[in-house]
C-alpha cells in the first residue's frame, strides 16, 4: 500500500493531524503492516487534500501554531474502497536482521549470538505493543490483524529461542 491509501485508511477511523497519523503507525501497531515517515506522510496529506480526498481545517492552539486537522471525505472513502478492491501486490519481508544471518558463518560467535539478542528483544518489544494494542476494542478487520502480527511474532521468537542454542560456541557451517 502506498502512504496515501493508508493515510485515508487512519482517517477513516476519525479525524487526525499529521502527527497522529505518524502516531498510528508507531503506537497503534501499524508499523507492522507498513512503514511511513513524517517526509511521506505530509507530501500525501498536502496530495489528498489537493484532489479532494481529504479536507483540512486549522485549529488555532494557544501558545503555539496552528493546527491542521484533516477529515476524509466522500471521495476519499471511495478512492479507499477502490485502492482495497485491486489485486494486492505480493507481501515482501526484508530484513538487515536475515541478511546478516546469511552470512553467520562470517562473523565471530559473540557478534552472531549479540544479533540475535538484539532482534529477540527489538521482536519481544513488538509483540507486547501487539498485546497492548489487543486489549483495547478494534473492529474486526484490525483484530485479524493485530492477531496475525501476534501469531508471526511468537512463532518467529520460538523459532530465534529454539535456534539460538546453534549459535553457543559455534557460527553456522556451511552444509557440506
Known amino acids: 500500500m502506498d502512504v496515501r491509501t493508508i493515510c485515508l485508511g487512519i482517517l477513516t477511523r476519525g479525524d487526525a493531524t499529521g502527527y497522529e ?4 503507525f508507531e ?16 507530501p500525501a496529506l498536502s496530495r489528498l487534500t489537493d484532489e479532494g480526498l481529504v479536507s483540512v481545517r486549522e485549529e488555532v492552539q494557544e501558545k503555539r501554531p496552528d493546527r491542521k486537522v484533516y477529515s476524509i471525505t466522500p471521495a476519499g472513502r471511495a478512492a479507499l474502497i477502490g ?25 565471530p560467535p559473540a557478534r552472531v549470538r549479540m544479533l540475535i539478542d538484539r532482534y529477540v528483544a527489538q521482536s519481544e518489544r513488538k509483540l507486547a505493543q501487539l498485546e497492548l494494542r489487543a486489549r483495547e476494542p ?21 523459532f530465534l529461542r529454539k535456534r539460538h542454542a546453534e549459535f553457543e560456541g559455534h557460527t553456522l557451517q556451511a552444509a557440506e
Do not use: C, N, W
Open 21 to 24: 497519523i505518524k502516531k498510528a
Open 138 to 158: 478494534l473492529f474486526a478487520g484490525e483484530r485479524f490483524a493485530i492477531d496475525l502480527a501476534h501469531t508471526m511474532y511468537t512463532a518467529m521468537l520460538d
Open 83 to 107: 485502492a482495497l478492491m485491486k489485486p494486492l501486490p505480493e507481501d515482501r519481508h526484508r530484513s538487515p536482521f536475515i541478511f546478516a544471518m546469511l552470512f553467520a558463518d562470517l562473523l
Open 27 to 42: 503506537d497503534g501497531g501499524l508499523q507492522h503492516f507498513v512503514e511511513a515517515s513524517f517526509g511521506s506522510i505530509y
